[in-house]
C-alpha cells in the first residue's frame, strides 16, 4: 500500500436530505467527492478518441508541445461546480494530481475535458494548454487500463495555498512542476541565510551546498521511478540568486 493511500481517512458523512457524501480528509482538509470520471463512447461502446492537432491551421509554423499528439478523449462533470478551491484526481483510490481552479467545472469541461487543436502546440506560453492534454491523456490512459478516476473538491478561496500544502505533503506522482517548487522552497527556507548573504555581497554560494540542492532533485525524481531529469544551469543560478557572472553551477 502506498504512502499516499495510509495518509488518508475516506469516510461517509450523512447530509441532510439523506444523501451520502463521501469526503477525503487530506491533511486536514475536507474533500468532497465530485464524481467518477467517465468518458464519451461511440454507440458500439468503444471510446471516443479525437486527434485536434491534426486540425490545427498553423501546425507547419509551430512545434507541438511534449503531450500535443493525440489521441485524446471527451469528458466532463455537472456544471453546478462552478466554484473555487482545489481539487484531488485518485486513480484506483491512489492520489496522483492535485490542482486549484477558479471554476472547477470550466477547468474540467473546457479544459481537461476537451482538448482544442491550439492546445496541443507550443505558442510562446503553453504551461496550461500542455497541462489540459497532459491531464487528458492521463484519464484515457486510466479508462482503457479499465481502472477507477475519480475526482474530489475542497471549496477555498486560499488555493493557492492549500494546493501547495497538499503537494509537498503527498508528492503526487503527475505534479512535476510543482515538485520541483517545493524542491527549491525548501532548500531556500533551510539555507535562507546563505542564499541572503550571498545575494547581498554578490560571493558565490558554496559548491557543497548547490551540490545539496542538486542531489535533492535527483532524490526525489529517483523515488518516484524517473530515469532522467533535466537541469538547467541557468535556472538553478537564478532560483538560488547567485548573481556572479561566472557561477560554480
Known sequence: MSTVRVDLLLKELQIYGGNV??????????????????????????????????????????????????????????????????????????LVYVGQALDLAKRWNTGYGNISARACFSNGNSGGQSTNCKINKIVLDSSKERKSIKLYFYKTADYHTVEKALIEHFRPIYNVSMNRYVIKDKFKRAHSSA????????????????????????KTYKQKGNTEVVLISGHIHRELNLISRMPPV
Open 21 to 94: 457524501v463521501s469526503i477525503k480528509e487530506l491533511t486536514g482538509y475536507s474533500f468532497e467527492f465530485v464524481e467518477e470520471i467517465v468518458l464519451n463512447k461511440n454507440r458500439d461502446g468503444t471510446i471516443q478518441e479525437q486527434h485536434p492537432e491534426l486540425s490545427y491551421g498553423k501546425k507547419e509554423n509551430t512545434e507541438l508541445h511534449k503531450y500535443g499528439k493525440g489521441p485524446f478523449c471527451r469528458f466532463s462533470i455537472h456544471p453546478k461546480w462552478c466554484v473555487s478551491g482545489v481539487y484531488a484526481l485518485y486513480i484506483d483510490d491512489e
Open 195 to 218: 542564499i541572503r548573504s550571498s545575494k547581498i555581497s554578490g560571493n558565490k554560494m558554496g559548491t557543497e551546498e548547490i551540490r545539496e540542492y542538486i542531489r535533492d532533485i535527483f
